[in-house]
């Protein structure tokens, strides 16, 4: 299996555009994470889905972030409008059942 | 509250020396418990897990780590330290909580090995 893949890995826009990031959880797993990394916040939990469903999405820091996973292939974040304090490295991780994580490499965004 | 402490936001080492990296935990029932590592600009790797059984376990690269449960802890280690073990290290339980199965990270700590 290839991993989680993630993509874009960079993305640079500007305040206000729309964001989408995209992740390919690893075949077979149930659980899907997003996290958020910056230096002074270290790593947040966004949301996390099981088996497609949404289970905890308190993370999301406000209405501009939503997240989907339409199905057990695929899943992405948004976030609109895009503001300079979202700029930051979201990763995608996924695992099955109560295994260990596996993330991806990450899609570093910058917001001007 | 379920949490995860890493005392040491720096762990220096010189090379060939042994290395601990420190983790505590607070959580009820039994902990599932993890250890990342992050290179630059890479995503986390797991390193490896305690879930039940030998309370020192072995995983990826030569470390191991050590689960005691009247200390919380979960400590890694290992005998012989590289300069290439250099990195961000983040211990990690895995908890059931109202909404399902989460993991709780520690805030990491940063590994320099010294040549």
């Known amino acids: 299996d290839a991993g989680v893949i993630q993509s874009p890995r960079h993305e640079v826009t500007e305040m206000g555009q729309e964001v989408t990031l995209r992740c390919k959880p690893i075949?077979?797993?149930?659980?899907l994470f997003w996290y958020r990394q910056t230096m002074m916040r270290g790593l947040e939990l966004l949301i996390y889905?099981?088996?497609?469903?949404?289970?905890?999405d308190s993370g999301m820091p406000e209405d501009r972030f939503s997240a989907k996973m339409p199905n057990a292939s695929f899943s992405n974040l948004k976030i609109q409008p895009s503001e300079p304090r979202d700029s930051a490295v979201y990763f995608c991780a996924s695992s099955f059942l109560a295994g260990e994580l596996f993330f991806g490499e990450g899609s570093r965004l910058t917001v001007l | 509250a379920q949490s995860v402490a890493q005392p040491e936001d720096q762990v220096n080492v010189a090379e060939g020396n042994p290395l601990t990296v420190k983790c505590t935990y607070s959580v009820s029932g039994n902990p599932y418990l993890f250890w990342y590592v992050q290179y630059p600009n890479r995503g986390l790797q797991f390193l490896l897990k305690?879930?039940?059984?030998?309370?020192l376990v072995k995983g990826s690269y030569g470390f191991e780590a050590e689960f005691n449960k009247s200390q919380t802890s979960f400590h890694l280690k290992k005998p012989s330290a590289l300069v290439s073990d250099s990195a961000l290290y983040f211990c990690?339980?895995?908890?059931?909580?109202?909404?399902?199965?989460?993991?709780?990270f520690g805030p990491g700590t940063r590994l320099s090995v010294l040549p």
């Open positions: 305690y879930i039940t059984g030998d309370n």
């Open positions: 990690a339980v895995r908890v059931r909580d109202n909404y399902g199965q989460n993991f709780v």
């Open positions: 075949s077979g797993h149930d659980y």
């Open positions: 889905f099981n088996n497609n469903v949404p289970i905890d």
